[in-house]
T-cell receptor, first 119, second 116 residues
Framework: EADIYQTPRYLVIGTGKKITLECSQT?????MYWYQQDPGMELHLIHY???????EKGDLSSESTVSRIRTEHFPLTLESARPSHTSQYLC??????????????????FGPGTRLTVL | AQKITQTQPGMFVQEKEAVTLDCTYD???????LFWYKQPSSGEMIFLIY??????QNATEGRYSLNFQKARKSANLVISASQLGDSAMYFC?????????????FGRGTQLTVWP
C-alpha cells in the first residue's frame, strides 16, 4: 500500500498567478517524479529527483520548477500560470534498489493527482 | 519510435467475462520491466501488475494476469471475471534496465467499459 499524497486535488486559478502543487510520501522513497497528463493521453515526465537536493528536468518541456529539500516532500511550482498549463499533474515515488536488484521493487506509486485549470 | 503501443483506444466487455488489453513494446535493452496501471475517472494511477524480462512465468495478481510473449514483444493484460468497477483507463508502461533513474515510458491507454 502506497502512501503518497497530493494537494490540492482540484485547482482553478486565473492567468498570471503563482501556484505550488504539493506532493509528499511517507515511505522514505529516494526517487520522486512529476508527470503531466492531458485528458485521455499518456503521461509525460516533467521532473524527477534522485534524492534530497537532486532535481532534473524530464522529457516534456515545462515552465514549472521543483525542489527537494526533504526526502518526503517534492513540491512543483508555476511562477505565472497560463491556460496552456491546464492539465492533470501526477506525483509518484519509488524505492531506489541497487541496480542488480531492481524489479518490482522499483514500482512507481502515484498520488491521486491535481487537476489544474487556468482561466 | 514509440516505446509502448496500445492499439485499442476503447474496449467493451460484459460483466463476468474475461478481457484482454493489448500492449507491445520496443526496446533493445535485454533487461526491462513491464507494468500495468489502472486509472479510474477520479484520476489516480493504481499499480496492478509487474513482469520482469527475465521472469520465466507470466505474472498474476488476483484477477489480473499478464500474457508475456517476449519474442513478439507483447505484454497483454488479461482481466478475468470483469466487474463493473473495472471500468477505467488502463496504461501499459516499461522501465529499461539501463535507466538508473528508473523512468517509465507509458502507452496512450485503453479505455475499458464493463457493462452489466
Amino acid at each position: 500500500e502506497a502512501d503518497i499524497y497530493q494537494t490540492p486535488r482540484y485547482l482553478v486559478i486565473g492567468t498570471g498567478k503563482k501556484i505550488t502543487l504539493e506532493c509528499s510520501q511517507t515511505m522514505g522513497h529516494d526517487k520522486m517524479y512529476w508527470y503531466q497528463q492531458d485528458p485521455g493521453m499518456e503521461l509525460h515526465l516533467i521532473h524527477y529527483s534522485y534524492g534530497v537536493n537532486s532535481t532534473e528536468k524530464g522529457d516534456l518541456s515545462s515552465e514549472s520548477t521543483v525542489s527537494r529539500i526533504r526526502t518526503e516532500h517534492f513540491p512543483l511550482t508555476l511562477e505565472s500560470a497560463r491556460p496552456s498549463h491546464t492539465s492533470q499533474y501526477l506525483c509518484a515515488s519509488s524505492e531506489s534498489p541497487e541496480f542488480l536488484r531492481w524489479g518490482s521493487l522499483d514500482t512507481q506509486y502515484f498520488g491521486p493527482g491535481t487537476r489544474l485549470t487556468v482561466l | 519510435a514509440q516505446k509502448i503501443t496500445q492499439t485499442q483506444p476503447g474496449m467493451f466487455v460484459q460483466e463476468k467475462e474475461a478481457v484482454t488489453l493489448d500492449c507491445t513494446y520496443d526496446t533493445s535493452d535485454p533487461s526491462y520491466g513491464l507494468f500495468w496501471y489502472k486509472q479510474p475517472s477520479s484520476g489516480e494511477m493504481i499499480f496492478l501488475i509487474y513482469q520482469g524480462s527475465y521472469d520465466q512465468q507470466n505474472a498474476t495478481e488476483g484477477r489480473y494476469s499478464l500474457n508475456f510473449q517476449k519474442a513478439r514483444k507483447s505484454a497483454n493484460l488479461v482481466i478475468s471475471a470483469s466487474q463493473l468497477g473495472d471500468s477505467a483507463m488502463y496504461f501499459c508502461a516499461m522501465r529499461e534496465g539501463s535507466s538508473t533513474l528508473g523512468r517509465l515510458y507509458f502507452g496512450r491507454g485503453t479505455q475499458l467499459t464493463v457493462w452489466p
